[in-house]
T-cell receptor, first 110, second 114 residues
Framework: RKEVEQDPGPFNVPEGATVAFNCTYS??????FFWYRQDCRKEPKLLMS???SGNEDGRFTAQLNRASQYISLLIRDSKLSDSATYLC???????????FGQGTTLQVKP | DTEVTQTPKHLVMGMTNKKSLKCEQH?????MYWYKQKAKKPPELMFV???????INESVPSRFSPECPNSSLLNLHLHALQPEDSALYLC?????????????FGDGTRLSIL
């Protein structure tokens, strides 16, 4: 079993839709959580850190559920420009190593 | 625009060549990282430098040799690479090596081994 797992998708949604991705992690020592966005043949760009209390940045909302060991990303009012691969990443207190999920591909259609 | 700069953007080399990848950041970050990413896969950690000292080597073959000349620069020296080493090589940095700090990536060097 992979340490960080995501549904690879693709998720095909119309413009304006709300879409949610989940990411599960298996190591309970995981302490920091992040969502990155990666466009085709580009570098990962930090989208947001995920805090225990949940956090929102415009149309994007991230949540952390430690009991069930997953993080989520909600995108409201999807835009064509949101089409990308969304990578969750988990960092461990013990190792300081950032572990990525395999990414979820989102395609927003007109 | 990314604040972590990588050069070159593309590199094609033969298996007997020696080349170096360079990474630079001027954000005052004290942790720097090398990742390897194959197509349709997530980035995989190779090395971590913490305050200019190598702190993590993820059992990377010796044909990859990292170097951190100062707090702003990170190099990856390549020698006798194999075709399977063809990938996108990403440099990243974070304010400190603390696990809570997000990492910021450069736009990568796309490496092809002939």
């Amino acid at each position: 079993r992979k340490e960080v797992e995501q549904d690879p998708g693709p998720f095909n949604v119309p413009e304006g839709a709300t879409v949610a991705f989940n990411c599960t992690y298996s190591n309970s020592a995981s302490q920091s959580f992040f969502w990155y966005r990666q466009d085709c043949r580009k570098e990962p760009k930090l989208l947001m850190s995920v805090y225990s209390s949940g956090n929102e940045d415009g149309r994007f909302t991230a949540q952390l559920n430690r009991a069930s060991q997953y993080i989520s990303l909600l995108i409201r009012d999807s835009k064509l420009s949101d089409s990308a691969t969304y990578l969750c990443a988990v960092n461990h207190r013990n190792t300081g190593k950032l572990i990525f999920g395999q990414g979820t591909t989102l395609q927003v259609k007109p | 625009d990314t604040e972590v700069t990588q050069t070159p953007k593309h590199l094609v080399m033969g298996m007997t060549n020696k080349k170096s990848l360079k990474c630079e950041q001027h954000m005052g970050h004290r942790a720097m990282y090398w990742y390897k990413q194959k197509a349709k896969k997530p980035p995989e950690l190779m090395f971590v430098y913490s305050y200019e000292k190598l702190s993590i080597n993820e059992s990377v073959p010796s044909r990859f040799s990292p170097e951190c000349p100062n707090s702003s620069l990170l190099n990856l020296h390549l020698h006798a690479l194999q075709p399977e080493d063809s990938a996108l090589y990403l440099c990243a940095s974070s304010l400190t090596p603390d696990w809570s700090q997000p990492q910021h990536f450069g736009d990568g060097t796309r490496l092809s081994i002939l």
